[in-house]
């Protein structure tokens, strides 16, 4: 529930976003496997390289991309607490070099 009332011009710009976003939503579903595949992996590290450097931690992309496949190869929600002590003793090792 809107706590105003958009104006004209806020609501054509809405309805443009909207249209925008579901022409592009339309484009990807046109990509391969391997470039769905490729801009999902992109992503995930940018997203959790910015997380991690909001955090004052500076992991590579290597990094981020080792911790991932770890944690990927369980389906578990528990993953990280099992593998939480594994991964912070490689990075603590990778930051002593």
């Known amino acids: 529930m809107l706590s105003f009332a958009p104006d004209q011009a806020l ?10 976003i579901v ?5 990807l579903e046109t ?5 769905a595949d ?3 992996r992109s992503a995930l590290i940018s997203n959790i390289g910015a ?3 909001i955090e004052n931690a500076v992991l590579t992309d290597e990094e981020i991309e080792w911790v991932d496949t770890t944690l990927s190869e369980s389906d578990k929600g528990t993953a990280f607490a099992e593998k939480k002590q594994l991964i912070l ?3 603590s090792k990778d930051r002593e070099r």
């Open 51 to 53: 997380s991690s450097r």
């Open 23 to 27: 022409r592009v939503f339309s484009q």
């Open 11 to 20: 609501e054509k710009a809405l309805k443009d976003l909207n249209s925008e």
């Open 38 to 40: 490729y801009l999902h």
């Open 89 to 91: 003793d490689k990075l």
């Open 31 to 35: 990509l391969s496997k391997s470039e």
